[in-house]
């Protein structure tokens, strides 16, 4: 697959594609301006990153709106702003707030979409590798995976949360009947057509299972999905924002989706 060269320098004709990180918050003031300057800081000079914030009230959307123009000044008239900030009026879910801002993004014109963690959980500098993946294999999504060959799970992890994430992909990937390793992987890469062809305002899921959903209804429309492996690491600040509704949510829509596409698969 293309890789970055020897020098970091990425090929300048798939550099600059049009590619947007779409990063969701929720108070996450502690962790945002770290992780933006990782992503800002990517041999791409096609990338934007689109903060999605769900009036956060420790300030995160006032913070990313601070970091946006300093990225973006100064900025040359018609060209594509460094880092956009969209601003929603309540916290309505991770799935609900990715939806939105993956849908901005592609009617702004990005051709790929990634979604990423604002926590720095994922490993930023492995975005030029799920584009040189995708074009390298033709494929409509690529996933940092956990669980193939080569990916892991933080060493601070402790053993019990290693369990709960494993038995949690393995479920959803034995309900569904998908090949798909991490099926439940937030670090996703998305072509801007599969993301059309799924139709993103037709999805269910307000929460994590969002990824779930996501996934299983690309592949129901024809596209494949490649695994890339990734080390997913422990959050740099903050809290996590699992609750047990976002826990019933999980166990519940993989269920949903397949009573709904009986005799289906998510091969």
């Known amino acids: 697959m293309p890789q970055p060269s020897a020098t970091g320098r990425l090929p300048q004709e798939w550099g600059r594609l049009p590619l947007t990180v779409v990063m969701p918050t929720y108070n996450e003031a502690d962790s945002l301006p770290r992780t933006a300057a990782v992503v800002m800081a990517l041999p791409l000079p096609g990338l934007q990153l689109k903060v999605v914030d769900d009036a956060s009230p420790d300030g995160t959307g006032r913070l990313a709106d601070e970091l946006a123009a300093g990225h973006n000044a100064p900025l040359a008239a018609g060209a594509r702003p460094r880092m956009t900030v969209l601003h929603r009026g309540e916290k309505d879910g ?16 990005a ?15 492995v975005v030029p590798q799920l584009l040189g993946t995708a074009l390298a294999t033709d494929a409509g999504f690529v996933v940092g995976s956990r669980y193939v060959g080569g990916g892991s799970l933080d060493d601070d992890w402790g053993l019990h949360r290693k369990a709960l994430s494993r038995f949690a992909n393995q479920y959803a990937r034995t309900v569904l009947g998908t090949r798909i390793r991490d099926i439940t992987a937030g670090f996703n890469l998305w072509r801007a ?12 899921s307000a929460g994590y299972s969002f990824q779930v959903e996501l996934k299983f209804l690309a592949v129901r429309h024809g596209y494949t999905g490649v695994e890339i492996p990734i080390r997913f690491g422990e959050r740099t600040d903050g809290v996590s924002k699992m609750n047990l509704a976002t826990q019933v949510e999980s166990a519940l829509v993989p269920l949903r989706l397949r009573l709904r596409h009986r005799g289906g698969t998510g091969h």
């Not at 051709?111 to 500098?125: F, L, T």
């Open 111 to 125: 051709e790929y979409v990634v979604q990423m963690d604002a926590d720095g959980s994922h490993p930023a500098h």
């Open 193 to 204: 057509q599969t993301l059309r062809a799924v139709d993103l305002t037709t999805l269910g």
């Open 94 to 109: 991770l799935g609900r707030a990715y939806a939105a801002g993956m849908l901005a993004a592609i009617d702004e014109g």
